[in-house]
């Protein structure tokens, strides 16, 4: 079992859909990262958190430290989204802060 | 403004040849990475510097060295690539309570 599991692990939705992506963590965390990879590109930070909730523009990042479990939302999705979402726990403490990778999800948002 | 910058975004080489590939950061960070990715998996740590200590993942073949001379520059150098090596080769750097962040990558092609 991966220390950090996600689902799903395919997503399509169609334009403008409420998407919810969601991370579970079995191991201690400092902080959870939610990641962006387009397809052959490189990898953007969208959000870390350690507690509560962050928004960035249409998307919102949400943690339950007692549940050790995170999700993603995406409001009124476009095309543009499309891409593999990626969270991933970081523990400061253990190997300076690497980062545990969940599988991904490979989100496709149809026009 | 970049703040990870990797160069080349695109390197070719042939089975045997040294390679040489670079990393570097405008953040002052003091942690930087050095990742494997390759197609439809989550990125695989090689090996990564705490400020000038090296520490190198268990699992890492001798065939990867690197060098980080001072705090904004950090090198992987692959001594004789196999066709194996073909990949995506990522840098990150963070420092505690920080984000991650990545640079765009390198795509490496052995022939």
């Known amino acids: 079992k991966n220390e950090v599991e996600q689902s799903p692990q395919n997503l399509t939705a169609q334009e403008g859909e409420f998407i919810t992506i969601n991370c579970s963590y079995s191991?201690?965390?400092?902080?959870l990262h939610w990641l962006q990879q387009h397809p052959g590109g490189g990898i953007v930070s969208l959000f870390m958190l350690s507690s509560g909730k962050k928004k960035h523009g249409r998307l919102i990042a949400t943690i339950n430290i007692q549940e050790k479990h995170s999700s993603l939302h995406i409001t009124a999705s476009h095309p543009r989204d499309s891409a593999v979402y990626i969270c991933?726990?970081?523990?400061?403490?253990?190997?300076?802060?690497?980062?545990?990778f969940g599988k991904g999800t490979k989100l496709s948002v149809k026009p | 403004d970049a703040m990870v910058i990797q160069n080349p975004r695109y390197q070719v080489t042939q089975f045997g040849k040294p390679v040489t590939l670079s990393c570097s950061q405008t953040?002052?960070?003091?942690?930087m990475y050095w990742y494997q990715q390759k197609s439809s998996q989550a990125p695989k740590l090689l090996f990564h510097y705490y400020d000038k200590d090296f520490n190198n993942e268990a699992d890492t073949p001798d065939n990867f060295q690197s060098r980080r001379p001072n705090t904004s520059f950090c090198f992987l150098d692959i001594r004789s690539p196999g066709l194996g090596d073909a990949a995506m080769y990522l840098c990150?750097?963070?420092?505690?309570?920080?984000?991650?962040?990545f640079g765009p990558g390198t795509r490496l092609t052995v022939l």
């Open positions: 991933a726990g970081q523990n400061y403490g253990g190997s300076q802060g690497n980062l545990i």
């Open positions: 953040l002052n960070h003091n942690v």
């Open positions: 990150a750097t963070s420092a505690p309570g920080q984000p991650v962040y």
């Open positions: 191991v201690g965390i400092s902080a």
